[in-house]
């Protein structure tokens, strides 16, 4: 084959130039022509590229929006009525312990927070809450507040009502109240020592 070396040159210029990308054709003359088969290729293969993008990408949409993907689809099911399992079950703790029918304490003062009961401190008029609300036996003092102690502190020698009448009443004695209001033993009046705090054991004798 015969080159001609002025085209031989003139087709060198252009690709120097950048021209042989534009897309265009050269005539090398004799039927002899050069299409651009840099170009050709490469869009070859940016089509052959975007085809197999564009394919994976479809078959990975289609599986999705089939539910062929399991592990996709499923599990977003799944998670949906866990979260509604679990905010249901807090709305249920927060419900618990704030509502109830409270507590009734002997006096008949109602309590409307469950809490307060047995909590070391008596929040009822009578303290019931600290005694019969634990759940012991219970002492009523005689005196105006019909305070509650344990039964178990009843004629133990230390007075807790604030009428003494844990270690009088509380003891199976007879009682003799007092002007104030104290109770002290009955055999204990007229005997010419004063035991109550106004002295009104002693007078009437």
């Known amino acids: 084959m015969n080159i001609?070396?002025?085209?031989?040159l003139s087709v060198a210029a252009l690709m120097s130039q950048g021209l042989a990308t534009a897309g265009c054709t050269i005539n090398l003359g004799d039927g002899f022509t050069d299409t651009n088969i840099g170009p050709q290729t490469s869009t070859t293969t940016s089509t052959s590229g975007?085809?197999?993008?564009?394919?994976?990408?479809?078959?990975?949409?289609?599986d999705d929006s089939t539910?062929?993907?399991?592990?996709?689809?499923?599990?977003?099911?799944?998670?949906?009525?866990?979260?509604?399992?679990?905010?249901?079950?807090s709305s249920t703790d927060a419900?618990?312990?704030?509502?109830?029918e409270g507590f009734v304490c002997s006096d008949g003062t109602l309590l409307e927070n469950p809490a307060w009961v047995c909590d070391e401190n008596p929040d009822c008029p009578d303290a019931s809450d600290e005694v019969s609300g634990?759940?012991?036996?219970?002492?009523?003092?005689?005196?105006?507040?019909?305070k509650e102690i344990p039964e178990a502190w009843a004629c133990d020698e230390v007075p807790d009502c604030a009428d003494g009448s844990d270690e009088v009443t509380g003891c199976g004695l007879e009682a003799f109240t007092c002007t104030d209001g104290t109770e002290i033993?009955?055999?204990?009046?007229?005997?010419?020592?004063?035991d109550c705090p106004d002295g009104s054991d002693e007078l009437d004798c």
């Open 67 to 89: 539910g062929t993907d399991s592990g996709t689809s499923a599990p977003t099911t799944t998670d949906a009525p866990t979260s509604t399992s679990e905010a249901t079950d």
């Open 134 to 146: 634990c759940g012991l036996a219970a002492f009523t003092c005689t005196g105006d507040n019909k």
């Open 4 to 8: 001609d070396l002025a085209k031989f």
């Open 50 to 62: 975007t085809t197999d993008e564009a394919t994976t990408g479809t078959s990975a949409d289609t």
């Open 185 to 194: 033993q009955a055999s204990w009046k007229c005997d010419m020592a004063p």
């Open 95 to 100: 419900t618990a312990g704030t509502t109830g």
